[in-house]
């Protein structure tokens, strides 16, 4: 079965400049998660969403950044303008049914190195 | 703002040595998860622990979650190279999402 898919795996960009990071969750699974991991941080949540409504975005850092999910099988963070802080590696998870509510178990994708210069 | 804090936040060993790495908070969690994540790859799930006190064992790593569901702990007997990565914990607290820990980062050497 295919996991969690996401696009770009790597992407360098100048600052200023429009990102677009995109993911595929497992098909079935209802919840959507993006995380972002940098070294300073660790992984932080930055916003979820339920049935492709967003649930809690009070992770996302500030107006630049962006998350949709006009279905079950795709969704998109995007990020205008991009900022050198926000280079970063970025997951997208996602978790079946009960499961996240539950037990909070997630399946995650390999993530989107990204690097603003 | 519940914390999780893992220790310790990097481990160097030799193959065939047991260690065990912490993971606490002052907050209480209906669930607690480990993951291990590889350079270049997501985290990937190990275990799930829901009940206080309960031991989990998957073939050498014994995860056990405290009485109190606060803290966790992670056990590895006989460390092999392949369990190098950086090994993170996150608690569940019926809201939907999960905090993680910074993580402690594990070398195992040859």
């Known amino acids: 079965d295919a996991g969690v898919i996401q696009s770009p795996r790597h992407e360098v960009t100048e600052m200023g400049q429009e990102v677009t990071l995109r993911c595929k969750p497992i098909s079935g699974h209802d919840y959507l998660f993006w995380y972002r991991q940098t070294m300073m941080r660790g992984l932080e949540l930055l916003i979820y969403?339920?049935?492709?409504?967003?649930?809690?975005d009070s992770g996302m850092p500030e107006d630049r950044f962006s998350a949709k999910m006009p279905n079950a099988s795709f969704s998109t963070l995007k990020i205008q303008p991009s900022e050198p802080r926000d280079s970063a590696v970025y997951f997208c998870?996602?978790?079946?049914?009960?499961?996240?509510?539950?037990?909070?178990?997630?399946?995650f994708g390999e993530g989107s190195r990204l690097t603003v210069l | 703002t519940q914390l999780l804090e893992q220790s310790p936040q990097f481990l160097s060993i030799q193959e065939g040595e047991n260690l065990t790495v912490y993971c606490n908070s002052s907050?209480?969690?209906?669930?607690l998860q480990w993951y291990r994540q590889e350079p270049g790859e997501g985290p990937v799930l190990l275990v799930t622990v829901v009940t206080g006190g309960e031991v989990k064992k998957l073939k050498r790593l014994t995860f056990q979650f405290g009485d109190a569901r606060k803290d966790s702990s992670l056990h590895i007997t006989a460390a092999q190279p392949g369990d190098t990565g950086l090994y993170l914990c996150?608690?569940?607290?019926?809201?939907?999402?999960?905090?993680f820990g910074d993580g402690t980062t594990l070398t195992v050497k040859p």
């Open positions: 969403f339920n049935n492709n409504v967003p649930i809690d």
């Open positions: 998870a996602s978790s079946s049914p009960g499961l996240a509510w539950d037990t909070g178990e997630l399946f």
């Open positions: 907050s209480v969690f209906s669930s």
């Open positions: 996150a608690g569940n607290t019926n809201a939907g999402k999960s905090t």
